[in-house]
């Protein structure tokens, strides 16, 4: 199985920084990776898909990059709705397989 | 707009077993591959199984190969989890979500059901 390791775990930041999660994969994915969103007690969203292309509705302050073995997810201004719990997956082969999470708290 | 609800969960002693359904709406339920995925309390997200549109491939998680059976009803665009023999660790939200074709991504998620395995 593909393992997927995001850094940091835990982010703190404040409103307006430029925020950037990694997410490494144990082996080459080519660029079948997506980043959601996730807010306490509801359901992940879907930010972004195939490494790089936004979500219809996302704001355009989301960006994904990367491809192989090494993903980033940037937010450029961070606002008070993106304090949440970020996720990377990959579906490059079954199974599918997330990241631990990166939680981004108000600093 | 697509909706996708979830049902079915509740508290089960282990060992026992439960069903989940997904009723989804507002798309073309049977031109999608549809997933369940889990959340234990506190934890980060894990996929258990997979069906293609039509029904004719799944797939399983390890934790749940032999336990969990996948299925589908595209005539009542419904999506079910039949889980078998379960377990204290099988405890969780259960969310079903729908595959966006190509991308190996999931782009519309139920509400989730909580799954509460306990003696």
């Known amino acids: 199985d593909v393992q997927l390791t995001q850094s940091p775990s835990f982010l703190s930041a404040s409103v307006g920084d430029r925020v950037t999660i990694t997410c490494r994969a144990s082996?080459?994915?080519?660029?079948?990776l997506a980043w959601y969103q996730q807010k306490p007690g509801k359901a992940p969203k879907l930010l972004i898909y195939?490494?790089?292309t936004l979500q219809s509705g996302v704001p355009s302050r989301f960006s994904g990059s990367g491809s192989g073995t090494k993903f980033t997810l940037t937010i450029s201004s961070l606002q008070p709705e993106d304090f949440a719990t970020y996720y990377c997956q990959q579906l490059n082969s079954y199974p599918p397989t997330f990241g631990q999470g990166t939680k981004v708290e108000i600093q | 707009q697509v909706q996708l609800v979830e049902s079915g969960g509740g508290v089960v002693q282990p060992g026992r077993s439960l069903r989940l359904s997904c009723a989804a709406s507002g798309f073309t339920f049977n031109n999608y591959g549809m997933h369940w995925v889990r959340q234990a309390p506190g934890k980060g997200l894990e996929w258990v199984t997979a069906i293609w549109y039509d029904g004719s491939k799944k797939y399983y998680a390890d934790s749940v190969k032999g336990r969990f059976t996948i299925s589908r009803d595209n005539s009542k665009n419904t999506l079910y989890l039949q889980m078998n023999s379960l377990r204290a660790e099988d405890t969780a939200v259960y969310y079903c979500?729908?595959?966006?074709?190509?991308?190996?991504?999931?782009?519309?998620w139920g509400q989730g059901t909580l799954v509460t395995v306990s003696s």
């Open positions: 979500a729908r595959d966006r074709h190509g991308s190996g991504s999931f782009d519309y």
């Open positions: 195939v490494a790089s």
């Open positions: 082996q080459g994915i080519s660029s079948y």
